[in-house]
């Protein structure tokens, strides 16, 4: 086996700035880079490794992976999150409805997300507070204060333990969703109709939301601006056959809004940004290198159009890829551990190339994927991920 000849940091750092690592650095344990509650219980069962299970994210119900089994994976990188305003509780509700138990969480925005207790996989959306507001009803409604201090309290302190103790990247928790805050709270159904037919409503309600990431992001940059080396932003644009609305639309309703903040995040920090966005979505990344983009996850190889050799040719010089290492939806899940391991070879020599390769999984790894397909797709990716032999 060759020898690794850089730190965790100095590797993701050489692969985001498309040079090439002694191997590819490898990423597990952020919110679209994580491992749903089921498939961590039985992956740390079968490594015989012991953890008290706690959920990073309650919706996605993804677990927090303990150093244990990070260290198990070689992962290059850790995560740092803000929190919530002063005053904003987030506990999960236990409510009855039709005779049947839900845990209910309401988000700062007043958005509800609920999971049934007889199925507990992930949370979905129960009630979107703006469903029947009009434009009017906006200058009334309580959006969240991007800016509360408490948000950002022991977030330099963390970034710092990784920086100066820890050899590993640092990474920041998911933020900037300014577009899917807006479905959120509309209903996606009323949304796609007002992109429509009250562009006026779309327009004013993205402008909310980007104020509160603006506001956000100029605490957080200013607390972490210089520690942080990755900063993930992301709503996802594109389904499983291409975007999700009209790429017209986009550009004139949402791409401003999205380049604007990039290019305030870009103004203030020396951090890649990482967007994520699923589905097939070639014809987007063009205008995600004009709003700031330098690095794009999950990278589904499963989706229309969306073929590692023809992404690795017509971006890779431009767009760092962070992810894509395997089909997650059909590989993944159901082939044998060999299956996983030459899938992992396969996608590995066209992504790595050159560097700009960060490796993941396509999205979080879901319950129900075999724990011995997990271990074999990272020590896939550490056997393979060597530049020189």
Known sequence: MPRETMTSRQRVLAAINHQTPDRVPIDLGGNQTGIH?????????????????????????????????????????????????????????????????????????????????????????????????????????????????????????????????????????????????????????????????????????????????????????????????????????????????????YRRLVKPRQKQLGQYIRSRTQAKIWYHTCGACQAYIPDLAENGVQILNPVQISAHDMDPRVLKEKFGKEMVFWGGAIDAQRVLPRASPEEVRQAVRTNLEVFKSGGGYVFNNVHNIQAGVPPENIVALYDAAYEFGFYHK
């Not at 039985?42 to 490594?47: S, V």
């Not at 992962?75 to 509700?93: H, K, L, M, N, S």
């Open 37 to 249: 509650k089921f498939a961590y219980r039985d992956l740390i069962g079968h490594l015989g490794i012991e953890d008290d299970l706690t959920i990073m994210d309650a919706v996605q119900q993804l677990a927090r992976p303990c150093e244990a089994m990070l260290t198990r994976f070689r992962v290059d990188t850790r995560y740092i999150a803000a929190g919530a305003a002063e005053g904003f509780q987030g506990e999960i509700v236990k409510r009855e409805r039709k005779g049947r138990l839900w845990h209910d969480l309401t988000d700062e925005f007043g958005v509800v997300w609920s999971m049934p207790d007889d199925h507990p996989y992930y949370m979905d959306i129960s009630h979107s507070p703006l469903a029947r507001a009009t434009l009017k009803d906006l200058k009334d409604y309580p959006f969240p204060k991007g800016d509360d201090p408490a948000r950002f309290a022991t977030i330099r302190r963390e970034a710092q333990r990784i920086r100066n103790e820890t050899p590993y990247a640092v990474v920041s928790g998911i933020s900037g969703v300014v577009y899917e805050n807006c479905w959120y709270m509309r209903g996606l159904e009323q949304w796609y109709a007002d992109m429509l037919q009250d562009p006026e409503f779309c327009e004013a309600l993205l402008d909310c939301v980007l104020k509160f990431w603006m506001d956000w992001f100029r605490l957080f940059l200013d607390e972490v601006g210089d520690l942080v080396d990755v900063i993930m932003i992301g709503d996802d644009l594109a389904g499983q056959t291409g975007p999700l609305f009209r790429p017209e639309l």
